[in-house]
């Protein structure tokens, strides 16, 4: 079975996330005394659950409340994941496994990497894996009820559905990416560091040799780190990043920003339209993002939590 439509959006963000920000510190609260915080029909979710998900909402650079976001989603999982559990539907561990391992290939890591990357971000492979499980296993729900899954349409199936509707295979823009950073360490972020550290990127922007001669330019530099981060498509640009490359040439470097790592800009190698079937089903799930799930598995999302008995402590 394939990896459900969120896991696949989620992986999506969590990759753009790693490209272009790198893992965050592990969580400090997720490091904490764990103790129950809700009570989902008699299942617990702790202070360590709520943590670690809103690790791995930083980590999809999620805004909002994330404390309320971490609540919100648990609750919901834990009522999907009883209601697979009640009719036989939950994914095997073998399944789970398989479809972490597409997630790393996917992303260019293996495994280790991946855990690695997890752990450090706080995480954890075993919530993430926790996370697989309930969205390959709620759309077997809804399949069960006469549903058609929520979101569990292939590429191909999400390609001919468009090509159904009279509509010529979309296309997007495929850039290939440079990341330029010269660092200023948190205990070093005064104002007086940061513009140095931005006129010296202004300096380096207006002479950068282009990516094939990227690492000869940034030699000797102190503090500056060069990062190839490869096939990035348009809908899966950062948001705090997507207009300064839509509207930089090919060959060129956006404008300098300051971030919290220091000072940066990107630098596109090269630019193109492309219409394949990643691009397409890339268009097709930002352009129907509004969607989400089936109103089948809404209403029987809604039934269960009606029927639910939730504490909050």
Known sequence: ???????????????TALI???????????KAASEIKIVVNKQGITSVDLARRKAFLRLQRTGGNLGEKAREQLVEESLKYQEALRIGAVVSKAEIDAAYQRFASSNNLSVQQLNGVLNQAGVTPK??????????SWPRVVQALGGSGGGTMSTQDLVSKMLERGNDKPSTTEYILQQVILVVPSNKRSNSTLNARKREAEQLRGRYPGCDNAASAITGLRDVTLRNLGRIMQPQLPPDWKPLIEKTEAGGATSTRITD????FIVICSAKTVSDDMAA??????ENSGEGESEIAKEHL?????????TNR
Do not use: C, N, W, Y
Not at 281 to 286: C, D, G, I, T
């Open 1 to 15: 079975m394939r990896i459900s439509a969120i896991l696949r959006l989620s992986g999506m963000l969590v990759a």
């Open 20 to 30: 272009f920000t790198g893992a965050p510190r592990f969580a400090p609260e997720a």
């Open 127 to 136: 919530h993430f894996k926790d996370f697989i499980r309930v969205q390959m």
């Open 261 to 264: 790592r220091g000072v940066e």
């Open 281 to 286: 089903e890339l268009v097709f799930r930002a």
């Open 302 to 310: 809604a039934k269960l939590r009606e029927r639910a008995v939730i």
